[in-house]
Structure formats: structure tokens, C-alpha cells
């Protein structure tokens, strides 16, 4: 069983070594919960990610009480949620302390300008992760709603809801067709054929 220890110290990691908000946090919990400790698998992950993504409030804070949650139960999802705010509440704290002193600095102008390429390498990561076990069709699909989005202000609810509908209808008319089946199979008379030993 995983500790709560262990959970809270990897969000606490996560939490202290990220920059850019939480879609720049997802590829660090990724290699965190799936490579280095093997909690989840990556389809739970990804599950995870898409409900967290679903719902309102911050990406990275849903997403670890969900993979909090998935380890270790409510417990878990406190252990991470914590984990994971604690560096942040800190450093913004110490930051609206201080950032009036420092924030005319060039050094740290130009610190926040050279971490900017990296922060846009860790919000695409995941992307690029979760278009690898995409079909065509579903990669045109998410275009597609990209751009409504960006170039026609199209609300993104609208989009996760009528997705949510789909995958739903999909889903039950799956198990309608597996289940009508197997009673089809159930119902076949028997040839009579004995069958040879």
C-alpha cells in the first residue's frame, strides 16, 4: 500500500520544482506516478486527467487529489491536494512580500524571460503525450474545437459537455450490443452435435 508520506513528498516535489501553472505540471506528475514510483498505469492516468480537465478549478490541483485519491482514498487525495499547495502558497507569499523591491530587476526580468521556452515545452508535453493514442479523426476533432475556440469564442464547456454526452451514449450503446449478443448466443439451439472428446 502506498504511505500517505510518500504521496504527500511527491506532490510536495511536484509543487516546489514547477513553473509556468498547472499544465506545466502534468508531464512532472506523469513521470512522477507512472515511471519512477508506478501507482498508476498510464491509461488510469490519462482517465484521471480528463475528468480533472472536466470539472472547474485548477487543473493541478484536480489532478492530484484524483491520483491522491485513485492511490489511497480520501486520505490520499488530502495528503497530495496539501502536498502540492504548500510550495506554492509559500513562494507567492514570499513573492507579494517582496516582488515590489525586485520587480524592476533586469536579473530577475531576464531570469523570468529564459524560463519562458521552458515553460512552454512542459505545457505541450502532455499534448503531444495524449495525441500518441489518438486516431486521426480524433486529432482533426480536437483541431477543429481548438480553433472554434481561439478564433470564434466558443465557450470550451460547450464542447466538454456535448463530449461528455457522446461518450456516454457511445458507451451505453456498446454495452446494449455486447449484452444483446451474448443473450442472442445464449438463446441458439443446440445442432445436436455431440462434441468430440
Known sequence: MVSLGHIFWSFLKIGAFTFGGGYAMIPLI??????????????????????????????????????????????????????????????????????????????????????????????????????????????????AAATAIWLAGVSPVWFIAVGAVVGLAWSFRSEGATVGGAEESSRKPDDGKEVER
Open 30 to 143: 506523469e513521470a512522477e506516478m507512472i515511471s519512477r514510483r508506478g501507482w498508476l498505469s498510464r491509461e488510469e492516468f490519462y482517465g484521471q486527467l480528463a475528468i480533472a480537465q472536466s470539472i472547474p478549478g485548477p487543473i493541478a490541483l484536480n489532478t492530484a487529489v484524483f491520483v491522491g485519491y485513485k492511490t489511497r482514498g480520501v486520505k490520499g487525495a488530502f495528503a497530495a491536494l496539501v502536498g502540492v499547495v504548500i510550495p506554492s502558497f509559500v513562494i507567492i507569499l514570499l513573492i507579494a512580500s517582496f516582488f515590489a523591491e525586485f520587480k524592476d530587476n533586469s536579473v530577475v526580468a531576464a531570469a523570468f524571460k529564459g524560463m519562458r521556452p521552458a515553460v512552454v515545452a512542459l505545457i505541450a508535453a502532455p499534448l503531444i503525450n495524449m495525441a500518441k493514442g489518438m486516431s486521426w479523426w480524433k486529432i482533426a476533432l480536437a483541431l
